[in-house]
C-alpha cells in the first residue's frame, strides 16, 4: 500500500523558535497533501490542503503567516510552525491524495510537537 | 460550514460482544470514509463507501450508507481485543469526490478481555 512518511516524529522546542515538520509521499505522487492538528482524544481538525507548486489554502481560524506549508513537489510538503509557543503543542498529522484512483488519503504517522 | 457528528463518544464492551458507532452529516455526502486510529498510532483507512444505501463488509466489520447520503455506521461482530482503537468517520460534500473530508469526533473502542 502506499506509504507517507513524516519527520521528525517527534520534536521538542523552546517558545519563540521555529519547527520544519516534512511529510513524504514514498511510492506515490501526492498532488494534494492536507495537514491536520489532533489534540489528545480528539477528532483530526483540518488545517490546510496544498497543492503541489500553488499556495496552500487554509481552513478559517488558522494563521497563514504561522503555519507556513509548502508543497514543492509532488512528493514533499513542509509545515513550518513559526514562533511556536506552548499553545502551539499538539500532534500534526499530514495526509496524502493519490494522483489517481479513487481520492483515498494516506496518513502519515505524525508528529508530536512539545513547545515549552 | 460542514458537519458530521458521530457517537458514541466512547464506547467499552467484552470481547464478543458487537459493537457500532454511527455517524451523521448536516449535508448531503458524495462518499464517506472510514478510518480506524489504533492508541499511539496515526488514522488508517479502511473503506470508503459512494453510493445511497451501499452496505460493504470487511470481515467482521459491516459499514452501511444511508439512503440519504447523509448517515454512515460500522457494526463490528464479536468483538476481539486487537478492534480496540478509535474509529473516525469522514465524509466529503456532495457533489465532488475530491473535495476535502471532514471527520467525525470518533468513537474510541475499548475491548475488554
Known amino acids: 500500500g502506499a506509504v507517507v512518511s513524516q519527520h521528525p516524529s517527534w520534536v521538542i522546542c523552546k517558545s519563540g523558535t521555529s519547527v520544519k515538520i516534512e511529510c513524504r509521499s514514498l511510492d506515490f505522487q501526492a498532488t494534494t497533501m492536507f495537514w491536520y492538528r489532533q489534540f489528545p482524544k480528539q477528532s483530526l481538525m483540518l488545517m490546510a490542503t496544498?497543492?503541489?507548486?500553488?499556495?496552500?489554502?487554509?481552513e478559517q481560524g488558522v494563521e497563514k503567516d504561522k503555519f507556513l506549508i509548502n508543497h514543492a513537489s509532488l512528493t514533499l510538503s513542509t509545515l513550518t510552525v513559526t514562533s511556536a509557543h506552548p499553545e502551539d503543542s499538539s500532534f500534526y498529522i499530514c495526509?496524502?491524495?493519490?494522483?489517481?484512483?479513487?481520492?483515498?488519503?494516506?496518513f502519515g504517522p505524525g508528529t508530536r510537537l512539545t513547545v515549552t | 460550514g460542514q458537519q458530521v457528528m458521530q457517537i458514541p463518544q466512547y464506547q467499552h464492551v467484552q470481547e464478543g460482544e458487537d459493537f457500532t458507532t454511527y455517524c451523521n452529516s448536516s449535508?448531503?455526502?458524495?462518499?464517506i470514509q472510514w478510518y480506524k486510529q489504533r492508541p499511539g498510532g496515526h488514522p488508517v483507512f479502511l473503506i470508503q463507501l459512494v453510493k445511497s444505501g451501499e452496505v460493504k463488509k470487511q470481515k467482521r466489520l459491516t459499514f452501511q450508507f444511508g439512503e440519504a447520503k447523509k448517515n454512515s455506521s460500522l457494526h463490528i461482530t464479536a468483538t476481539q481485543t486487537t478492534d480496540v482503537g478509535t474509529y473516525f468517520c469522514a465524509g466529503r460534500n456532495g457533489g465532488t469526490s475530491y473535495g476535502k473530508l471532514t471527520f467525525g469526533q470518533g468513537t474510541i473502542l475499548t475491548v475488554h478481555p
Open positions: 449535508t448531503t455526502l458524495s462518499n
Open positions: 495526509s496524502a491524495r493519490d494522483a489517481v484512483g479513487f481520492y483515498e488519503q494516506y
Open positions: 496544498s497543492n503541489e507548486g500553488s499556495k496552500a489554502t487554509y
